[in-house]
T-cell receptor, first 113, second 115 residues
C-alpha cells in the first residue's frame, strides 16, 4: 500500500528559527512531491513542489528530496507566527493520473512569538 | 495561481437528504477535477476524479451511487451526496490541475454536517 508518512507533531519553534518538516514515502514510483499548507478549517494551499533530487529554494522555503532514501523535507527559514499551520506532504506520479496524489496526515507547526 | 471556488462553504442538513456541492474553476478551463474528503485530523482522501463530458472515476471503497458527480462543463463539477447520513459529515474539497505534473489547486472546501 502506498503511504506517505509524516510526524503529526506538533512541532514548536520560536519566531525567527528554522522549522524542519519531514516526510517519507513508500512508493518508489512516486516522482513528484508537494508541500501544502493548511490552516485550520481551510483547504490546502500549495507551497512548493519538487521533482529532482536535491534542494529547491523559494523565498524562505526550501524543499529537499532524496529519492534513494525516499525522503522529502521542507525547511522554513525565519519562521513567523503566520507560518503556524498543518503542513501536508504529498507524492505523485509524473505523467500519471493527476489525481494520484497520496497525502500524508500532516505535521502541525506552531511558531511561538 | 489558479482560482477554484466551491459553493456552499458550509451546509447543515438532516439525515436522509441530498446535498449538492459545486466546484468551479474561475479563470481557466478544467477537463478534470478531483474531489477529496477530509475527516478531522486525517489526511485528504481522493474520492473520485471528475471528467468533463464522461463518467467520473471513483476510488476504491467510494460508493458511486451515493456520491454522484457531474462535470457538465469545462468550469463546473458538482458532487451530490445522496441520502446523507451523520457519518458523511466531513470537509469536502475539490481541486483542479495546474501547470506542472501533479500540481493541483484546491477550492476552499465545503464543511458538511449531517444531523
Amino acid at each position: 500500500q502506498k503511504e506517505v508518512e509524516q510526524n503529526s507533531g506538533p512541532l514548536s519553534v520560536p519566531e525567527g528559527a528554522i522549522a524542519s518538516l519531514n516526510c517519507t514515502y513508500s512508493d518508489r514510483g512516486s516522482q513528484s512531491f508537494f508541500w501544502y499548507r493548511q490552516y485550520s478549517g481551510k483547504s490546502p494551499e500549495l507551497i512548493m513542489f519538487i521533482y529532482s533530487n536535491g534542494d529547491k529554494e523559494d523565498g524562505r522555503f526550501t524543499a529537499q528530496l532524496n529519492k534513494a532514501s525516499q525522503y522529502v523535507s521542507l525547511l522554513i527559514r525565519d519562521s513567523q507566527p503566520s507560518d503556524s499551520a498543518t503542513y501536508l506532504c504529498a507524492g505523485g506520479l509524473i505523467g500519471g493520473s493527476q489525481g494520484n496524489l497520496i497525502f500524508g496526515k500532516g505535521t502541525k507547526l506552531s511558531v511561538k512569538p | 495561481g489558479a482560482v477554484v471556488s466551491q459553493h456552499p462553504s458550509w451546509v447543515i442538513c438532516k439525515s436522509g437528504t441530498s446535498v449538492k456541492i459545486e466546484c468551479r474553476s474561475l479563470d481557466f478551463q478544467a477537463t478534470t477535477m478531483f474531489w477529496y474528503r477530509q475527516f478531522p485530523k486525517q489526511s485528504l482522501m481522493l474520492m473520485a476524479t471528475s471528467n468533463e463530458g464522461s463518467k467520473a472515476t471513483y476510488e476504491q471503497g467510494v460508493e458511486k451511487d451515493k456520491f454522484l458527480i457531474n462535470h457538465a462543463s469545462l468550469t463546473l463539477s458538482t458532487l451530490t451526496v445522496t441520502s446523507a447520513h451523520p457519518e458523511d459529515s466531513s470537509f469536502y474539497i475539490c481541486s483542479a490541475p495546474g501547470r506542472g505534473a501533479g500540481v493541483q489547486f484546491f477550492g476552499p472546501g465545503t464543511r458538511l454536517t449531517v444531523l
